[in-house]
């Protein structure tokens, strides 16, 4: 049994009923709905992984006109293949799980039934994007999730971070969502489509890849290549890249389970998603010899710095969901890496193992905050592992497949098969040193993380009275811990099954042990450098420096301040947004208002000029005429006396000269 | 259905008549009377919509000759463009009458004088001579003068002397350019001259320089109303001082007279003189889109936000003209998809700036007077429904998909992209400046702990939603089936986007 | 002395009683009357000249009678109705104290 093309809209269509009826209503009913729509999406995107597992090949289509414009309509389509049909569950069952959890994190919640509603809107508008078979279809939910995501980090808007958190998160997205929209305005003027795939004609299709990498730009760039870079604008901004990513870790004032679904698991994946999905076009230069950049260079340039550094600042903060969304924003950079240097399946496979494990994660974060008291600060944690027992040990699981402990956990083998990828790239090996490092510092701020949240003893009032969550909270960890363990089996070197379903031309790579060898020595490293510097010796007050800070204090400022993005961008872009809205006011009210008051003025003036010349002249010689008629009617009517029969009188008497002429004079 | 244009425009007339004529009506009265002539529009032109074939041209055309000696006729005639403005006026009247219906001084007099504005603007949209068109353009800035001046805010008087003096003086050369252009070719209607510009007509009875200065004029005429930068200083004075509704109708509607102007008069008589200045019409529309957006940002009072949005949103409908006039029919796609945005846009401000401005018109109610984007905070505790509905018409303003919003502004981008490609890059600036200044008047207004006195601010009363919801429902059903609206007018974008040069 | 003479004769005299009536009087009611006298006589004239005029085949003549009788009627009521709003303003009616409208 499978679920044909044309009916796929139903997978987002559902959640979509639920948030539409949501919004009406403030019944605490709506999360069940929630919930079952979220299942039954579930079932359903399983039915459809199955069917697009019939034909792996051939992605299956379903094309229709949103509107006509006369010369030509605007085409939206839905597609499924192994790719969508793959996300699609992941999105599913994560979302179905982490809906269960809020039950429990909510709880307590005024607007509870509004939490839902709108997570049911943003699972509708992923759902769409996945199902997509048009740019244009993609970006119009792109832009929802992005809404989506707005108003859940805005969830508790009258917490004024919360607000400008949110609107940071819109506002810096959209910058890159602007170079996304250039771009598919470019791609559609230049091929005149937006489909992916339309039975020959779609852009993803080879007879447009060639047309768009054979024409050459002015500045030498191919065309394919501009129009890639343009798009990947729009995965730079959603998935966090450098140097847009300064929004994700402020959208953690959003409720964690909207952290661990949107801001970790799925919506920040959508970037990479994208690029998986336009890999043809971004490819399209790779065998162009005489090009001055090919698109794929710069994502595994930009995913490289972002795997560094954000691995680099998750090391120096405090706050439990900080660490962890600066540890997003690392794998994002692994996932963007791994599309850069060509293994767009190894991407995927880090991308869907990411998603269980930091879901995982940040749920556990959330049981952790909820049973503390919103308590998120590590130093005033602690102690919560004999208190917390399946959180802890779930926590510890998705610690483990994130850092990469061999063999046993999912990350290992997807962060493997991004190594080995960068190893095979010619280009450079800097991107290979950069996922190295990260790996070495991912295995350590996670141990510091665990160790200072779990260990020790309760650091402030919150954790010394935290306790165990109620099972609706506890079961969805336990099955995502399973599920971080055993996904990393359907991609190993030795069954690539994953691979080989996602991209039937997939060959294994052949980097050998000695790679994996390295990078397994380096997770050790990371795992013992966290556990000697914190793990030796617990923290037992929460004003006691990381011991970090105590040997490089400069850099671990540094670092803390996020290597100082946020003051810098509002130094330089905010102070040119100032600074161009002052200008536009000033041109308005000084510049072009005086040139309007300036020329009424002149008006004026040359009114009065004439007036006075008027008055001097002609209105004289009216006034002198005007007197002589007063006077006369001032003569005259002194004969009104106001006595009717007076003037009776003197019709009688005209009457009778009347008489007496027309009686003496004769009538002619 | 033979006078049926004539009929669309006299019955608010009639409607203002009879108020005239019923002094001791009860406020309340004239609310319903004026609120049932207004609506009338509406029906009728659903009456005409039903009866409307898309693919033919002018329809409904009445034509009597009137003043003979000057070869005037009164002429009207209507096609998608027409219709669509219509249907426009038609929605926006009705909602800013009900927007108005707590006007508490002298209500009768301003049902009076907003009825006679509805009939003028009717009459620009639906007149095909110079000569009633003229009449009906000027006559509109009677009732929207005094409206503005009686029940304005504190400084109405100033900005209606400035907004009256300022749009007269535009039309005056507009006047001017008619008078000769009459003098050349003898005849005021607009179907006849654009043949003779099609046919070389009109250059052979007027030189080069005369028909660029009589261009000019017309331009400016026009170029006032919408405004295009930098004609739009009387704008943000006279859309903030204006009472609510009639801030609604003046945004809604008034500004679209002008586009309306182009691309009726302006673009179909003078194709090679707009041909010739395009890049700098380009230009100045860009920094209508670009320069309004970020003045919309410095502005500190929610009344001037909302009127530089709608500059800049009102630059959008232009930048597509020029786009397509700037590169003639090279590229007919483009041309349609730009023309077809331009009108669209042209509706979809209509609906969301109407009712941002209404929104604006509730917190200033609610709060006696105020309306400073720091004047408020929190509002979305108190009044979640309300802040439900601005919601949506500030991410309509924005262009959010899934809302109107975004398909117009998509269409004029894609448009603009395959003609001009440069300006649609420095037209996203404003896209993005406008996301973020509506982003932080909802975060300033609605969000945040509460300011002083919104606790206490009541939600929407039953009122106040049937005002709201036609319009938000409307953005989202065009938003999702831009169909609706595209197929009224778009063989008529298509053939002018084959035919003209 | 033709039947039209006579007519004439005592149309003159109505008109000259109604004249000496409306002049001398100071009752305003009885110098309305006398207006109305003189009107008849001016109807009387009329009448006498359609009849014994030339063209009494048509009925001009008798048009203009009931015209004059229908405006004569008119006049008395805009006359009364003036007649009362002066008696509201002085309590009384005389003629030759009603002399403030002349502004």
Redesign the interface.
């Known amino acids: 049994m499978t679920i044909p093309v044309h009916l796929i809209w139903l997978i987002p269509a559902l959640p979509l009923l639920v948030a539409g009826l949501g919004a009406f209503t403030r019944h605490r009913g709506v999360a069940l709905g929630a919930i079952f729509a979220m299942a039954v999406a579930f079932v359903l995107s399983c039915l459809a992984l199955h069917g697009a597992l019939q034909h792996p090949a051939v992605p299956a289509v379903f094309n229709f006109a949103w509107f006509d414009l006369g010369t030509g309509s605007l085409q939206l389509g839905f597609l499924l293949d192994p790719l969508t049909a793959l996300m699609c569950v992941m999105v599913t069952f994560v979302g179905t799980l982490i809906f269960i959890f809020s039950l429990g994190y909510m709880k307590e919640d005024p607007n509870f039934s509004r939490f839902f509603c709108f997570l049911s809107f943003f699972a509708a508008a992923m759902l769409g994007l996945l199902v997509s078979n048009s740019l244009l279809l993609l970006f119009i939910c792109w832009e929802l999730v992005g809404l989506a995501s707005y108003l859940l980090i805005g969830f508790w808007f009258h917490k004024p971070s919360a607000a400008a958190a949110a609107k940071k998160a819109f506002i810096t997205t959209r910058i890159g969502d602007l170079g996304l929209l250039l771009g598919l305005l470019w791609l559609y003027d230049s091929s005149g489509s937006l489909l992916f795939f339309d039975g020959g004609h779609g852009v993803l299709e080879t007879a447009t890849i060639a047309s768009l990498s054979g024409q050459t730009l002015a500045c030498g760039l191919a065309l394919s290549t501009a129009i890639g870079l343009l798009i990947f604008c729009g995965a730079i901004g959603k998935s966090g890249q450098f140097p847009l990513h300064v929004w994700l870790p402020d959208a953690m004032e959003g409720p964690t389970p909207v952290s661990a679904l949107i801001h970790a698991a799925t919506m920040v994946a959508a970037g990479v998603f994208l690029i998986a999905r336009v890999y043809p076009l971004m490819s399209a230069d790779a065998l162009l010899p005489a090009v001055p950049v090919h698109a794929l260079t710069v994502v595994a340039f930009i995913g490289a710095i972002t795997a560094l550094m954000g691995a680099l600042i998750a090391c120096a903060q405090n706050d439990i969901k900080r660490v962890l969304a600066f540890s997003t924003v690392s794998q994002l950079g692994y996932m963007m890496l791994a599309l850069g240097v060509g293994s767009w399946t190894a991407a995927i496979f880090h991308l869907l193992t990411h998603a269980f494990f930091k879901a995982l994660l940040f749920l556990g974060a959330g049981s952790v905050i909820h049973a503390s008291h919103h308590e998120q600060d590590i130093r005033l944690l602690g102690g919560l592992r004999t208190k917390m027992k399946v959180t802890f040990a779930t926590f510890a699981i998705g610690m483990m497949a994130l850092s990469g402990v061999p063999f046993l956990f999912s990350g290992f083998w997807s962060k493997e098969a991004i190594l080995h990828a960068a190893h095979e790239w010619d280009v450079s090996h800097l991107p290979l040193y950069a996922g190295l490092t990260a790996v070495l510092l991912t295995a350590f701020y996670m141990t510091r993380l665990v160790a200072e949240t779990f260990f020790g003893k309760a650091r402030s009032h919150g954790s010394e009275h935290a306790h165990e969550n109620p099972a609706v909270m506890t079961v969805p960890l336990v099955i995502l811990a399973v599920c971080a363990v055993v996904l990393g089996f359907v991609g190993t070197p030795y069954w690539p099954w994953l691979q080989a379903t996602l991209d039937p031309h997939y060959e294994p790579t052949h980097g050998g042990p000695s790679l994996m060898l390295l990078s397994i020595g380096l997770v050790g490293a990371g795992l013992g450098l966290g556990w000697w510097l914190y793990a030796r010796k617990l923290r037992t007050t929460a004003t006691a420096r990381d011991p970090l800070a105590v040997a490089a204090p400069g850099v671990m400022a540094a670092l803390a301040n996020r290597l100082g993005f946020d003051p810098l961008y509002a130094a330089s872009f905010g102070r040119l947004n100032h600074f161009l809205a002052a200008f536009a006011d000033v041109l308005d009210r000084r510049v072009i208002g005086s040139l309007v008051n300036f020329l009424a003025q002149f008006g004026l003036f040359t009114g009065s000029v004439n007036r006075q010349f008027d008055e001097d002249n002609i209105n004289d010689g009216f006034d002198r005429v005007s007197a002589v008629v007063r006077g006369t009617g001032r003569g005259y009517s002194q004969a009104q006396t106001g006595e009717t029969q007076g003037y009776l009188r003197v019709v009688a008497l005209a009457f009778i000269v009347l008489a007496l002429v027309l009686a003496l004079g004769g009538v002619r | 259905m033979k006078c049926l244009l004539s009929t669309l425009i006299l019955t608010p007339w009639v409607g203002a008549l009879l108020l005239a004529f019923t002094p001791r009506l009860s406020p309340k009265a004239s609310r319903i009377l004026a609120l049932l002539f207004s609506l009338s529009t509406l029906g009728f032109a659903a009456l005409a919509w039903s009866g409307f074939d898309p693919s033919g041209s002018y329809q409904f055309v009445e034509q009597h000759a009137w003043i003979s000696g000057l070869n005037v006729s009164y002429h009207l005639g209507l096609d998608g463009m027409s219709l669509v403005m219509v249907l426009l006026t038609g929605l926006i009247a009705p909602i800013a009458l009900l927007a108005s219906w707590k006007v508490e001084r002298d209500p009768r007099l301003f049902n009076l004088l907003f009825l006679f504005l509805q009939g003028a603007a009717l009459g620009v949209f639906l007149a095909l001579n110079f000569f009633p068109w003229f009449i009906f353009w000027e006559l509109s800035l009677v009732p929207a003068f005094f409206l503005i001046k009686l029940w304005g805010g504190p400084g109405a008087s100033r900005a209606a002397y400035q907004f009256v003096v300022y749009t007269i003086g535009g039309s005056a050369f507009m006047l001017l350019g008619f008078a000769a252009l009459f003098a050349s070719t003898g005849t005021f209607d607009f179907v006849e001259l654009a043949a003779l510009a099609r046919n070389g007509g009109l250059t052979a009875a007027i030189t080069g320089p005369v028909l660029t200065a009589i261009f000019l004029g017309v331009l400016l005429g026009l170029a006032v109303k919408v405004p295009l930068f930098p004609f739009h200083t009387w704008l943000p004075s006279a859309y903030s001082e204006a009472p609510t509704g009639a801030s609604m109708f003046l945004t809604g509607v008034m500004s679209k007279m002008g586009v309306y102007g182009f691309l009726r008069i302006l673009w179909p008589l003078f194709p090679a003189q707009l041909h010739a200045a395009a890049p700098v019409l380009v230009g100045l529309a860009l920094a209508g889109v670009v320069l309004g957006t970020f003045a919309a940002m410095a502005q500190r009072d929610l009344k001037r936000m909302v009127a530089y949005s709608s500059i800049n949103h009102v630059s959008y409908c232009l930048l597509a003209l020029f786009a397509v006039a700037a590169t003639g029919s090279l590229h007919t796609a483009a041309s349609v998809s730009a023309l077809s945005g331009s009108l669209l846009q042209m509706f979809n401000h209509g609906l969301s700036a109407s009712a941002l401005f209404f929104c604006v018109g509730i917190l200033e109610s609610r709060s006696g007077g105020k309306h400073g984007l720091n004047d408020f905070g929190g509002v979305r505790t108190s009044a979640p429904i309300f802040a439900g509905l601005c919601g949506v018409a500030l991410f309509s303003s924005l262009g959010l998909p899934g809302l109107n919003g975004f398909v117009g502004e998509f269409l004029v981008f894609r448009g603009v992209f395959g003609l001009v490609p440069w300006a649609a890059a420095v037209g996203c600036l404003g896209l993005f400046a406008t996301a973020y200044f509506l982003l932080t008047f909802w975060q300033r207004v609605f969000h945040g702990p509460q300011g002083p006195g919104v606790a206490a601010f009541r939600d929407l009363s039953a009122l106040e939603v049937v005002t709201l919801v036609p319009s938000v429902v409307l953005m989202f059903v065009l938003g999702i089936w831009p169909q609706l609206l595209v197929s009224v007018f778009n063989p008529l974008v298509t053939a002018w986007a084959r035919h003209l040069p | 002395m033709t039947p039209l003479h006579l007519c004439l004769l005592l149309s003159t005299g109505l008109f000259c009683i109604g004249?000496t009536g409306?002049?001398a009087r100071s009752n305003t009611i009885l110098?309305l009357l006398g207006i109305e006298l003189m009107l008849n006589a001016a109807n009387i004239n009329f009448i006498a000249f359609w009849r014994y005029g030339p063209a009494s085949a048509s009925n001009d003549g008798l048009m203009f009678v009931l015209f004059g009788i229908a405006i004569a009627a008119a006049e008395a009521a805009v006359g009364l109705a003036l007649i009362i709003a002066v008696y509201r303003h002085q309590k009384n009616i005389r003629?030759?104290e009603?002399?403030?409208?002349?502004?």
């Open positions: 004249l409306a002049l110098v003629l030759q009603a002399t403030r409208l002349k502004g």
